[in-house]
């Protein structure tokens, strides 16, 4: 990979008695493997590390995410600018009165799978209205249970942001030792929070340090570029996956969230008959908040490598990352309380059968643990024999009779566990008198 300071100046041919100054912008391209269908991500990148083209791109608004700015060779597409260069971008755009920029391939990263591009030209400092757009996050609220603190780690990075944003764009009169160590907690710290906001800070910083006049400032250049383009990396998405979130669950401030939710329904779930449904209850407001995630991200919800890529491209700002994150906890924390482990199923017929539990808890008195006894005696029998059982789990109220038809036939017939019809499974219930 060939490193490049994030600016550079470059000196024109001396074609008369003074010298232009031409500053050379560094764009990081991103979200490959979503534009090159049918291309592997790596041989692309090797492509473009050998053969240094010249890259167009291209101002778009498209129906679902607002303004993006698409990278092409020629005229295939090779991904987009991403989200925390897309003001800067915008803001060139803006300057040069036009939806077209021209570049050429500077840098290549396998690793974060994206590539920077230099762009030469005079610009001014980016203006923030240009990149401004409707947000499809506006009408996406999470409502219903509280939401968990900033951790320790979440507040240090924010406070670290600050004071490095502020000293190298307003020269506070920080000392540089200061700097540096909050430019190094900066990167320490920045791998998760792919907020707008801290994008569009993180993105600021990236490029101021990389013109400061200081040496050992712009020597951390090149790994806040790493860093940051490290976002894309397979490592970082499966780290998300199976270390960030994992922890997140665990933490001090998941914990507090959940007893915060127990405490605002203690009468109900004092109540050994109510507890289940309440949990339940809640389950599926978490749920029904989840569908109505933009861009199709609740199909995203449980594949959490994919997740963090779509959050990232998305722009999603602060807020709405903290709602998202805090379902996610709480809904996994709520399923344990069940006994349900779902999302860490050994294989996919586990988590089916965890799956079809939730559904069929309410018919259970919301007891989980019944309805995944009752789907292990039933699978694989005979519609007579599941009518059967049921007539028995009636009797015995083990099973809401008032729900022991239609619900209970259609979530068993969705599931492919009762195949005959819902008037067959009808007719031979016997729940008026205890079945022999």
């Known amino acids: ?11 024109a041919p001396n074609t008369s008695c003074f010298t232009l100054s031409i500053m050379e912008t560094l764009i990081q391209i991103t979200g490959l493997q979503y534009a090159c269908e049918g291309t592997d991500v790596a041989t692309l990148i090797a492509e473009l590390e050998e053969q240094r083209p010249e890259v167009l791109l291209v101002k778009e608004q498209t129906n679902d995410f607002g303004i993006v700015v ?41 690793e974060g799978r ?50 490095a944003s502020a000293e190298l764009q307003q020269h506070r009169g920080v000392n540089k030792q200061t700097l540096l160590e909050h430019l190094n907690v900066i990167l320490q710290l920045a791998n998760w929070d792919v907020s707008s906001e801290t994008q569009q800070q993180l993105g600021t910083i990236r490029r101021l340090v990389g013109c400061h006049p200081d040496n050992d400032v712009r020597a951390l ?3 806040l570029r790493h860093s940051l383009s490290a976002l894309g990396s397979r490592q970082r998405a499966k780290d998300f996956r199976d270390i960030y979130l994992p922890q997140l669950c665990k933490s001090t401030e998941a914990e507090q969230m959940h007893n915060l939710w127990c405490r605002a329904n203690v009468g109900k779930l004092g109540n050994p008959e109510l507890w289940k449904p309440t949990v ?12 109505l995630l933009p861009a199709d991200l609740y199909y995203q919800t449980d594949r959490f490598d994919r997740l963090l890529h779509r959050l990232l491209y998305l722009d999603i700002p602060h807020r709405k990352l903290v709602m998202l994150l805090s379902a996610i906890v709480l809904r996994q924390l709520l399923r344990q309380q069940l006994g349900l482990q779902t999302g860490t199923a050994d294989n996919a017929a586990e988590e089916r059968q965890q799956q079809l ?61 009762y195949t005959a019809s819902e008037s067959n499974w009808n007719a031979m219930l016997n729940i008026r008198k205890k079945p022999y």
């Open 221 to 223: 250049a090149p790994m």
């Open 280 to 291: 339940i209850h809640q389950l599926e407001n978490i749920e029904a908040n989840l569908r």
């Open 114 to 163: 994206c590539f920077s591009i230099s762009v030469c030209g005079n610009y001014p400092t980016p203006n923030t209205s240009a990149a401004n757009a409707p947000s499809l996050w506006d009408n996406w609220q999470w409502t219903g249970a509280p939401l968990m603190d900033s951790n320790p780690e979440e507040r240090r990075l924010d406070i670290s942001l600050k004071i």
């Open 357 to 417: 539990a939730l559904q069929l808890a309410p018919a259970f008195y919301g007891n989980t643990t019944k309805a995944l006894n009752f789907l292990m005696l039933a699978e694989g029998k005979k519609p007579s024999d599941i009518t059967r059982l049921v007539s028995l789990w009636v009797a015995d109220k083990h099973i809401r009779a008032d729900l022991c038809h239609r619900p209970l036939w259609t979530i068993l017939h969705k599931a492919d566990i």
């Open 1 to 11: 990979m060939v490193n490049h300071y994030r600016h550079r100046h470059l000196r």
């Open 70 to 110: 698409r990278a092409l060779t020629g005229t295939r597409s090779c991904g987009v600018v991403s989200r925390f260069d897309l003001e800067q971008t915008l803001g060139m755009m803006q300057h040069d009165n036009t939806p077209v920029l021209v570049g050429r391939v500077a840098e290549t990263n396998s």
